[in-house]
């Protein structure tokens, strides 16, 4: 059996008991954190908590050689631990092909997403959001401009009056210099704005969301050009841009993200 868990938004504690059970009945337990990160928590932490090995993998380990994960799978029971929810990645998708593949039984353990958290904290309503898109570094795609798949992808959302979730560029064991174990950078959500508000508009409501899942939240909505002048504090960060807003919505907003009053609906 490969069990796929979740391991929440935030840190050691963020699992769900099914996914904390999963880990206590495994013979093996494998993780990966470079399509996504606990920043509440390391692997330390996460091995204490559990009381177990955990085996990290990087990405050629997942993608290129997964081997040793499914072997053990297919010798007794393995888990494979990722953060957020487990079936979010791609990635993750091909590893559950594989061992499906070689006859390994799989399941999957849910936990919370950034995507669910991030219509929770600003009361946004989930059916409300149209695509998704990912906001890069500007070495990480080896240009000084925002993509145009991130901005038609906000445009044409708006166009359809739905909201956009932009998840902020994550990278870890790689750097502008290729490979690098020690390198770790997270996009902000002050530098993300920036990027929108100078390639795109400026004027145009945004809305931050910093720290998910953590006992210390921070939601934000202001003009794009404003919320590139504030900090957020610690990672992880992402930044909405609202489409057409339901009154309730702006209400949220208004409440729960101090947007100033001439940026909404009346």
């Known amino acids: ?28 337990a494998f993780a990966e954190f470079y399509t996504s990160h606990l920043v509440g928590a390391d692997v330390a932490d ?72 991030a219509s929770s904290l600003t009361g946004l309503q989930n059916y409300r959001f149209g695509k998704a898109t990912t906001l890069p570094f500007e070495w990480a795609h080896g240009a000084d401009v925002v993509p145009d798949s991130v901005t038609e992808t906000i445009e044409a959302n708006r166009e359809r009056g739905l909201h956009t979730l932009c998840y902020l560029d994550i990278k870890v064991g790689r750097g502008p210099e290729g490979e690098d174990p020690d390198f770790e950078e997270y996009m902000s959500a002050d530098y993300a704005a920036g990027l929108l508000a100078e390639a795109w508009d400026p004027d145009a409501l945004g809305v931050v969301v910093a720290r998910a899942g ?29 489409g057409d807003l339901h009154h309730v919505e702006a209400d949220a907003l208004r409440g729960l993200a101090d947007a100033p009053d001439d940026l909404l609906p009346r």
């Open 46 to 117: 996460l091995e204490d908590y559990h009381d177990t090995t955990i085996e990290m993998r990087d990405r050629a380990g997942v993608e290129q050689h997964p081997d040793p994960i499914l072997d053990a799978a297919a010798d007794g029971d393995a888990v494979f631990l990722t953060a957020g929810d487990t079936m979010i990645s791609t990635t993750h998708v091909d590893l559950r092909l594989r061992a499906h593949e070689r006859g390994i039984e799989t399941r999957v353990i849910h936990a919370p997403t950034a995507e669910s958290a």
């Open 1 to 28: 059996m490969l069990t796929f868990v979740g391991l929440g938004l935030y840190d050691e504690r963020s699992i769900t008991v099914e996914g904390r059970d999963a880990i206590a009945d495994a013979d093996r």
């Open 214 to 242: 953590s006992p210390d939240p921070v939601v934000h909505a202001d003009r794009l050009g404003a919320l590139a002048d504030e900090e957020f504090g610690d990672p992880l960060h992402m930044l909405l841009v609202p």
